[in-house]
């Protein structure tokens, strides 16, 4: 009888186990870009506004990233402008790496970018540095998105 009961506790420890919801990474969804603030050499930018006629969404799952960003009213020819790029990340915290592997412009594919990010509700605000030396590019950014529903 002891066996027994040795036996069923081991296996209900098994599914209790088995059973934890595992914890849900809060990044994973659509994001739609609002802003977008470039800080270089201590002058703040607040380049494009997203919600009118740019559209730039970011797209997660569990290890990858995606990026598409297109203008909305332009020809429909190939003098539409249109930029993608993609690539695996990694989340600690609040510590956020994009790992960027694919990019039309290959200065940019193979470079890793630190974020922090901070969450209010569905608000994510991504902060860090984006430096690509063969680009010439050296400065922060600041992009607040949205959770598409």
């Known amino acids: 009888m002891r066996t027994f009961k040795l ?9 209790a186990g088995c059973a934890q919801k595992k914890q849900e990474n ?19 930018t607040a380049l494009d506004d997203y919600t009118g006629n ?7 799952n569990e290890t990858h990233f995606a990026f598409l960003n297109h203008t909305i009213n332009t020809a429909k020819d190939s003098s539409n402008k249109f930029d993608a790029g993609g690539g695996r990340y990694t989340l600690n915290g ?6 960027l592997d694919f990019y039309k412009d290959k200065n940019w594919e193979g470079q890793s970018f630190d974020f922090t990010i901070t969450f209010s509700g569905d608000t994510l605000i991504q902060k860090g540095v984006e430096k690509v030396a063969k680009a010439h590019v050296d400065h922060i950014i600041i992009e607040k998105y949205l959770r598409v529903k």
Request: proline fraction near 2%; charged fraction near 15%; avoid cysteine.
């Open 7 to 15: 036996t069923f506790l081991a296996a209900a420890a098994l599914v």
């Open 26 to 44: 809060p990044m994973v969804g659509t994001w739609q870009l609002l802003t977008h603030t470039e800080i270089t050499g201590g002058k703040t």
């Open 54 to 60: 740019n559209k730039f969404i970011k797209i997660i």
């Open 94 to 99: 609040d510590k956020y790496t994009e790992h």
